[in-house]
């Protein structure tokens, strides 16, 4: 989700996405960077991403990733479903704000 | 489908994966390297960083993988294991399925080359021979051309019979097999020259007006050598000149499936060959067989109907001859329904046993894999327990049974290849081009094919109950053993009846043996043994007339001058020789000749005097002929008993009494001798009568040579004694010798096929009873070992060990013989229409079945005992 999401700001290719969502998580997220590329993989598979051979802006030969259509499909019900489950989350936690809501 | 597309694009997508993984190590190190680390410490901290990259290469490369297809190959690979464990069932089921599938393969091909097969002509299926009335369904050539040129069903109607001629290229004469055809056959099938030209109808002009030949392919290329320059040369057929005007193609075999013929000709030159004209002859009916494409959208019944109706009028226009019968319509290629109705009931009579082995064979290798199971329990247990899925385990048996049954289905079929073809080639009548063309084809691949699958999973799916209703728990606990063998269980139904369809197999095959050999040696009316044939067409030396029968006599005066022959004579067709002569015959007292009033249609020998005798024929009464029976003398014939009884009401006189031929003539009877076997062994008393060569003259001559004494000389001598008597009278005369006995082989060739055939099964049939028994017994002396090891420990006897391990199988072995023995017996009253004498009410064949299962029984269970015998107490309890 993290990864379609990034995409869908902006293509990328592996490490730049690495990088990205590094930064964008404020350095919480500590994970192989490696373990990016199954489920790269898997989006690929599942015609959510598409992926090009070009080169950088550093002029290095990379492989671009891109959100396809049906990707931004599954990255929008995706987000709503993990919101309204964040949501359910938020008001087992506290239940006082959602009695005051 | 895209995973299909995946599927070949994988080896890419794990390039570029492998590729980019390494850019990204490389532009991290990089990276690093800019923040001031040394290149090697770089490399460290991006390889860090990144996790390992083998691992999450692979986890990368599953997401592409077909998870169904990698966990079947898995399954293969522990299948494979699984069966080397166990080397000594593989091989014992492979080759039992290899049996029983090869058995399928072998008569489904023959089954697919004479019956499913059409002939090897454009447009096979709306090809329809024509059969008039219930005899031999051929027509005379007079009625052919009506038929041609009346119907309106058909787009053309060919006619064609088989022949023999003295073939002279120049070099050699020799004796060929070809067809007397219509103008218009080729045209008719469409069938296109090889070389050359074919004739036509345009090339008809009356008698002897198309003095044409076309040479079979095979013909052309073993006896011209492929010489293109053949077409145009001219060729003696029976001394009469011929033109080669072309060479069929090679596929085209002839429109008989049993007969491939060496040159075509046309049937308006047949008296050249025959010495005697047919083409007006409206009576000599059962002489061309007319086969026809039907017009489209004529449907067979329509044809059927038309055909009638011409039935009808050519009864009305010629009542002495013609007969009213109906016409019917048959597939071509085996004489009509002649010959290919019992070659179709017999044929599916073997492929349903065939199929009873596969399915014994199944039965056999389900009861061994149900032991196997049992076995296995133990670990399918575990497995449930673990939480495999059912059908996941379900697969991974099938796979294995599957596997069996592959491998056993093509080494069946690699056999079954080898067996065809060399049916194909293989000649089973002397003297005549008869063969079985069952070369196998696509077809024979797929039906075995499926075959092996289908009995794969048969005899995989019979464990799978007994696994699946066992409670997991209980076995993990207490192990497999604990409930076996004290209940009646699907395996012991399974084991009975296979061993009743065994049983059947050797009871029907013990019953054709029998009929075989007892029709070897039964009474055929004359005495075959010992005596030697040399036959020969006088025609085709160019022998007509009145020179036939003074040639006829100095060859039986010459032959008779060898030392050791007693006697010689000379018949125009031995009986259950290649070919017989019919016709009928009407009382005196008969004035209106017409086919309906016949008093009875008899079997027609033209014989020399010294015939009954050098046949060892008994004559009953009256006397033998003399060569006073000549042109001049009051037309005599012998007679034999049935026909005594068909034309004068009792078996034993009629000596002195006259009848009629088919032409009328007053004929008086002379003498009376005992019945025979005339068309073939199975016949019911067939009428015959004789007629002395003098009065009945004819150019095909066999020689019937008696030497003195019971066996005296070798027969390969006095044939070559008789060969240069013979060439010293004439030197171009076409000869050929051989015992009575090898002439016989013709007639014996059904009865001889279905022998062969069913003794193979039987065969087969015994060998899977055996390996079924054995495996059984096996199974239960190893599962039961450590008791019996007990019982020895314990004093027990040899014969109370033996019956303790092997009573349950042997009880199971007499009651599954005894079932297969009341089914076989039914089974034979089929096979009785088939094999002479085939009855299955014969102390011979009762014994020989009960001691065949007696020593399947001993023999399958002799290895099990041994081993039970064996058991060695101390170290079996020393085991666990």
Same mark, same amino acid.
């Given at each position: 989700m993290m990864i379609l999401e990034s995409l869908r700001r902006q293509p990328a290719h592996g490490y730049a996405l690495v990088q990205h969502i590094h930064q964008r998580s404020n350095n919480l997220l500590q994970v192989e960077e490696g373990s990016l590329y199954p489920a790269l993989q898997r989006l690929l598979k599942g015609r959510l991403v598409k992926a090009e051979w070009g080169v950088s802006a550093t002029n290095r030969r990379v492989r671009t990733y891109e959100i396809t259509p049906a990707g931004l499909h599954h990255l929008e019900a995706e987000i709503s479903s993990f919101e309204r489950m964040f949501e359910g989350i938020a008001l087992v936690l506290n239940p006082g704000e959602s009695t005051a809501n | 489908m895209s995973w299909i597309t995946d599927l070949f694009r994988r080896r890419a997508i794990y390039n570029d994966l492998a590729e980019e993984m390494r850019l990204h190590l490389e532009e991290r190190a990089e990276q690093l390297m800019r923040e001031g680390l040394s290149r090697h410490q770089a490399e460290q901290a991006a390889r860090r960083a990144f996790g390992n990259r083998t691992v999450l290469e692979e986890r990368s490369r599953e997401v592409w993988q077909w998870p169904t297809l990698e966990s079947i190959w898995a399954d293969v690979r522990f299948a494979l294991r699984q069966l080397r464990r166990s080397p000594g069932f593989t091989v014992t089921a492979v080759l039992t399925l290899a049996l029983a599938i090869g058995a399928n393969a072998v008569v489904f091909g023959m089954m697919n080359a004479l019956i499913l097969r059409p002939l090897n002509v454009p447009q096979a299926a709306s090809l329809y021979a024509i059969e008039h009335g219930s005899d031999y369904g051929y027509q005379s050539y007079p009625d052919y051309l009506d038929l041609r040129d009346r119907n309106r069903s058909f787009q053309s109607l060919a006619a064609f019979t088989a022949t023999q001629a003295g073939l002279d290229t120049g070099k050699d004469a020799s004796r060929v097999f070809g067809y007397q055809t219509s103008g218009n056959y080729f045209d008719t099938l469409g069938i296109q020259p090889y070389l050359g030209r074919f004739f036509h109808s345009s090339d008809e002009r009356g008698i002897d007006s198309a003095p044409y030949v076309v040479l079979s392919y095979a013909y052309w290329h073993s006896h011209f050598q492929d010489d293109r320059n053949a077409v145009g040369r001219t060729v003696q057929l029976n001394k009469h000149p011929f033109t080669v005007v072309g060479v069929a193609p090679p596929e085209f075999r002839g429109t008989l499936l049993l007969l491939s013929p060496d040159f075509f000709m046309p049937a308006v030159n047949q008296e050249q060959l025959d010495g005697q004209n047919f083409l007006n002859a409206r009576g000599a009916r059962g002489i061309l067989e007319v086969i026809g494409h039907l017009k489209p959208g004529v449907s067979p019944a329509q044809a059927v109907d038309d055909l009638n109706s011409i039935g009808s009028y050519l009864a009305n226009t010629y009542p002495k001859i013609d007969s009213l019968k109906s016409y019917t319509l048959a597939r071509p290629g085996l004489y009509g329904d002649m010959v290919g109705r019992p070659a179709r009931a017999f044929l599916a009579g073997l492929m349903l046993l065939a199929g009873l082995i596969l399915l014994a064979a199944c039965a056999n290798l389900g009861s061994l894999f149900a032991a196997r199971a049992a076995d296995r329990s133990r670990e399918v247990a575990l497995r449930l327990a673990l939480g495999s899925r059912r059908i996941r385990i379900l697969r991974q048996l099938l796979t294995e049974s599957v596997l069996l049954s592959l491998a056993g289905g093509t080494l069946g079929l690699v056999a079954s290849v080898v067996l065809l073809h060399r049916l194909s080639v293989w000649q089973p009548i002397p003297r005549l081009p008869v063969n079985v063309p069952v070369s196998p084809d696509v077809r024979v691949y797929l039906v075995a094919l499926a075959l092996a699958l289908a009995s794969g999973l048969l005899f995989g799916i019979v464990p799978v109950r007994q696994l699946f209703r066992a409670n997991p728990y209980e076995i993990v606990k +207490?192990? !497999? +053993? !604990? $409930?076996? &063998?004290?209940r009646l269980t699907v395996r012991d139904l399974l084991l009975v009846l296979q061993i009743a369809i065994c049983a059947v197999l050797v009871t029907s095959s013990i019953v054709a043996v029998r009929g075989l050999v007892r029709s070897l040696h039964s009474n055929f009316g004359f005495e075959p043994h010992n005596a030697i044939l040399a036959d020969t067409d006088l025609k085709m030396a160019g022998y007509t007339g009145d020179r036939v029968p003074a040639m006829q006599r100095r060859m039986i005066e010459a032959v008779e001058t060898i030392p050791g022959v007693a006697q010689v004579a000379s018949a125009n067709s031995t009986p259950l020789g290649g070919v017989q002569v019919k016709s009928a015959v009407f009382k005196d007292e008969t004035r209106d000749l017409r086919q309906s009033n016949a008093a009875a249609s008899t079997f027609l020998y033209d014989v020399s005097p010294n015939y009954f005798q050098a046949a060892g024929t008994s004559l009953l009464a009256g006397r033998p002929f003399s060569w006073r029976d000549d042109g001049n003398a009051p037309r005599v014939a012998v007679v034999n008993r049935e026909f005594a009884r068909e034309v004068? &009401? $009792? $078996?034993?006189? &009629?000596?002195g009494g006259y009848f009629r031929a088919s032409d009328g003539t007053r004929i008086q009877v002379v003498g009376l001798v005992e019945d025979g076997k005339y068309? +073939?062994?199975?016949?019911d008393p067939q009428a015959a009568m004789f007629f002395p060569m003098l009065q009945s003259p004819s150019s095909q001559t066999f020689l019937l040579v008696r030497p003195k004494g019971d066996s005296s000389g070798d027969p390969q001598q006095l044939a070559a004694a008789i060969r240069i008597k013979l060439r010293d009278l004439d030197q171009e005369i076409p000869l050929e010798t051989e015992t009575w006995i090898d002439d016989l082989d013709g007639a014996m060739f059904p009865a001889r096929w279905a022998t062969v055939s069913l003794g193979v099964l039987g065969i087969m049939g015994a060998l899977v009873a055996i390996t079924g028994i054995f495996g059984m017994a096996a199974y239960s002396v190893s599962k039961r070992l450590r008791e019996l090891g007990i019982r020895i420990a314990l004093g027990a006897k040899p014969t109370e060990v033996l019956q303790a391990a092997l009573g349950r199988p042997l009880k199971l072995l007499a009651i599954g013989s005894a079932a297969g023995l009341l089914l076989g017996i039914l089974a034979t009253k089929v096979l009785a229409f088939i094999v002479y004498q085939a009855t299955p009410r014969d102390p011979f064949v009762l014994a020989g079945v009960v001691l065949a299962t007696l020593l399947l029984g001993l023999v399958a269970t002799w290895i099990p005992a041994q081993r039970a015998l064996s058991a060695d107490p101390l170290v079996l309890l020393r085991e666990d």
């Open positions: - | +207490s192990g !497999a +053993s !604990a $409930s076996f &063998g004290r004068f &009401g $009792s $078996s034993t006189n &009629g000596v068309m +073939s062994l199975t016949e």
